[in-house]
């Protein structure tokens, strides 16, 4: 007999990367989370404080093995079909703290990070909305295997940006917004459902698929 069972719902982990309390990110992390929802899927919010880790040092990791901070983050990461991460830009770059939370994970195996598919959005005070940062963000996921979204969201002058109910003062903008992460939701739910895209990424020269993936982060 046929199995009629309704598939289970894409399973999204929203992740705000700022640190500060009253960050404009989370507040655009919380958005993407509540837009993720509304078409059904599962949504997991989560701030990187939750997930507290040292400075990335090998004599810490030799000595004391890996952070709790990384495990969970590690174990999050692997419950998700898909991620979305909300990193202000400091200094035309992504923020320390998120890098160093890339690196610690890096160093899990199975990678956390290979053939997830990720979304990548920024609010920022600046005309440029934090889109710099964005770029930079790009680099170690895609080095480690994650899909990145070519569409990323950049919301310029967030600190005018959002109204007293959570949603973008500028209403072209939230179409945007929404179009973007429902877009990219259509993506991930063809390809966990019905893997509609190949595995080609490589971690290194003679590596395949279903290899065991070298850890990063080394030194």
Known sequence: MADDAAPAPTRVLVLSASLRADSLNTRLASLVARI??????????????????????????????????????????????????????YNASLPGGLKNAI????????????DKHAL?????PSLVGGNR????????????????????????????????????????????????VTSFLRLVEADTRYVCLQRRWYEFLGDCTDAPVTRRAQD
């Not at 690196?103 to 290979?114: C, E, L, T």
């Not at 990548?120 to 920022?124: D, E, F, I, P, R």
């Open 120 to 124: 990548l959005v920024s609010a920022s």
């Open 36 to 89: 993720v929802r509304d078409t059904g899927a599962t949504v997991e919010l989560a701030r990187l404080g939750e997930f507290p880790m040292p400075l990335y040092d090998t004599d810490t990791e030799v000595a004391e093995g890996l952070p709790e901070g990384t495990l969970a983050l590690r174990d999050r990461l692997a419950a998700c079909d898909a991620f979305v991460i909300a990193s202000p830009e």
């Open 103 to 114: 690196d610690w994970v890096s160093r899990v195996g199975p990678q956390p990070f290979k």
């Open 133 to 180: 940062g964005l770029w930079a963000l790009r680099i170690p996921l895609e080095h480690l295997g994650t899909r990145v979204y070519p569409d990323m969201f950049s919301l310029a002058r967030a600190h005018e940006g959002f109204t007293d109910d959570g949603d973008l003062t500028d209403t072209g903008l939230q179409e945007r917004l929404t179009d973007a």
